[in-house]
């Protein structure tokens, strides 16, 4: 492998953990970071002008999300590969990233040198998945929640009322509050702040 032939984008919207990746694979004498972002709508835009071999990606993210990047590039059949850093270990997450094609999902606490490594795995057309996580994620079972659920869940996180969601969404208020009912039936949960709170502790929003 030459010097530096690997190329990455690196997403991360704490300015000093962006800072602190980009340092380290700069260290590496495989591997050059060709951009950052702040949030997901900016990571894929660079992914989609700069085509690197990596994007390495946070989940919660300002705008879109890794995962949501994700889903994206594997949608328009762009050759990056995603790998997520983050500092969840939820099974929810996990499953989804799975789902979104992502290959490989690596904790914040991981050791620089298992960084790259896991890079350079993916990069050659492997996975770094952590066993213990996948046996979780397997046990806990699929999301049950619709992409529309999820963004409905989302916004009454931030406390909008079912008008306010409509008008984020292009919805009508009832059809608000049906997703909202849905999503809490599925959740067994008793309303949307119980349902938003679980959702997020598994990861799945």
């Known amino acids: 492998m030459t010097r530096a032939s690997l190329r ?10 962006l800072g602190a990746i980009g340092a380290l694979l ?3 004498p495989d591997m050059i970071v060709v951009g950052r972002a702040a949030d997901g709508d900016e990571a894929l835009a660079l992914v989609r002008a700069l085509r690197p071999d990596i994007l390495l990606t946070d989940v919660e993210m300002p705008g879109l999300t890794g995962l949501d990047a994700a889903a994206a590039i594997a949608a328009e059949a762009l050759l990056t590969a995603t790998v997520i850093v983050t500092t969840f270990a939820r099974p929810g997450y996990f499953a989804r990233a799975r789902a979104a094609g992502v290959r490989g999902y ?3 606490d991981t050791p620089s040198d298992a960084l790259a490594a896991a890079i350079r795995t993916v990069a050659a057309g492997g996975r770094a998945i952590p066993a213990a996580l996948a046996a979780e994620a397997a046990e806990v079972g699929r999301d049950p929640l619709t ?6 869940l989302r916004l009454a996180e931030e406390g909008l009322s079912n008008r306010r969601i409509a008008e984020r969404l292009g919805l009508s208020a009832g059809t608000v509050r049906n997703y909202l009912s849905d999503a809490a039936g599925k959740l ?7 349902a938003g709170r679980t959702a997020r502790r598994m990861g799945w929003l």
């Open 147 to 152: 992409e529309r659920e999820r963004a409905t």
């Open 26 to 28: 700069a260290l590496e």
């Open 188 to 194: 067994g949960a008793t309303n949307r702040v119980e």
């Open 8 to 17: 990455i984008v690196v997403a991360e919207d704490q300015a000093l953990v």
């Open 106 to 108: 690596l904790l914040k």
